[in-house]
């Protein structure tokens, strides 16, 4: 991709700057982030001459759409997520979640943005048990006030809403699912990175409830890669796309032994109570990436714990 102008909602998050690292030679990019979370700045990306930074908040819509003109691609990548966050802002969580992509995409139309808009839902909308989930398996809603399908119903809202843009507008969109992405850059909650970090150290680590939960964790490049032919590949504008590693399946107990193990870390592993309705399993099929896309992960879980490793012992 090169010579397009690229905005990017939460641009300054984690998976955004590795998407960054890959297009800011060729193209424009606009960074549009309130900076709640910011993986960019210390990057060494955010004084690049084809990157402009603009502070502001999906739920602005009249600053989003101004700072929107312009645009070829847009990639909203903004949101609320982490448990922890959504159990003490359930309303805000709503609000970005789903007004946010509302604003996004009209914002989009407006602009009359013509190559691509990329909306990030979650692989949450799967619910509790999402073993091989394909695209067209049905989604979960959970029931009402649980904190974890307060988050997931309102990115499943983004998604039907993103896919009524396309029908009704034409909109270029494609959605996409991540499965449990984690690498280099990663900020927040996510479970590799806190426990590499406690790894490193050899301080205790803590698992929320009893550790037999399964997930399959997918590395960063591997997802920006899919991500690069969602944006390049015709085929996929209304499509939605789960993006996942489905061979890097292991319980949360069994990745904290993993990460261990790796890192030669004498670290104790701890439990503690679950945070909220749990899910006991997480797995994606790919097969319709693999078939439209030719999307194939190529990282499998030692070799992504090891760099994400090495990343944070450069920060140290």
């Known amino acids: 991709m090169k010579g397009k102008n690229i905005f990017i909602t939460g641009g300054a998050g984690f998976i955004a700057n590795t998407l960054i690292k890959k297009l800011i030679e060729d193209n424009k990019i606009t960074v549009y982030d309130n900076f709640h979370r910011d993986t960019l700045t210390a990057s060494g990306y955010a004084n690049h001459p084809n990157i402009k930074i603009i502070k502001g908040d999906v739920l602005d819509a009249a600053h989003l759409t101004a700072s929107m003109q312009g645009a070829n691609v847009v990639v909203h990548a903004a949101g609320i997520a982490g448990i922890d966050t959504v159990i003490k802002n359930p309303v805000k969580t709503m609000q970005v979640n789903m007004i946010g992509t509302a604003n996004a995409l009209e914002a989009a139309r407006v602009n009359q943005v013509s190559d691509r808009f990329i909306d990030f839902s ?36 983004g998604e039907h809403l993103a896919h009524a843009y396309y029908s009704q507008y034409k909109l270029p969109v494609v959605t996409v699912r991540p499965f449990n992405v984690y690498g280099p850059g990663q900020t927040g909650e996510g479970a590799i990175q806190i426990f590499i970090k406690r790894a490193l150290k050899n301080e205790e680590i803590h698992i929320d409830g009893d550790g037999a939960q399964i997930r399959a964790w997918c590395y960063v ?30 319980t949360i107990l069994g990745l904290a032994q993993t990460v261990c193990r790796v890192l030669n870390s004498r670290s104790k592993i701890l439990f503690d109570p679950p945070l909220s309705a749990d899910i006991a399993i997480r797995i994606p099929s790919v097969d319709k990436a693999k078939d439209i896309l030719g999307f194939k992960a190529m990282v499998d879980l030692e070799e992504g714990i090891e760099r994400t490793a090495e990343f944070f012992k450069s920060l140290a």
């Open 221 to 250: 490049d591997d997802f920006v890669d899919c991500l690069f032919r969602c944006l390049d590949n015709p085929k996929a504008i209304g499509h939605s796309f789960n993006i996942g590693n489905a061979r890097a399946v292991i």
């Open 122 to 157: 979650t692989s949450e909308v799967f619910g509790s048990m999402a073993f091989k989930s394909s695209e067209e398996d049905q989604t979960v809603a959970g029931s009402a006030g649980e904190a974890r399908w307060t988050y997931a119903v309102s990115k499943l809202a």
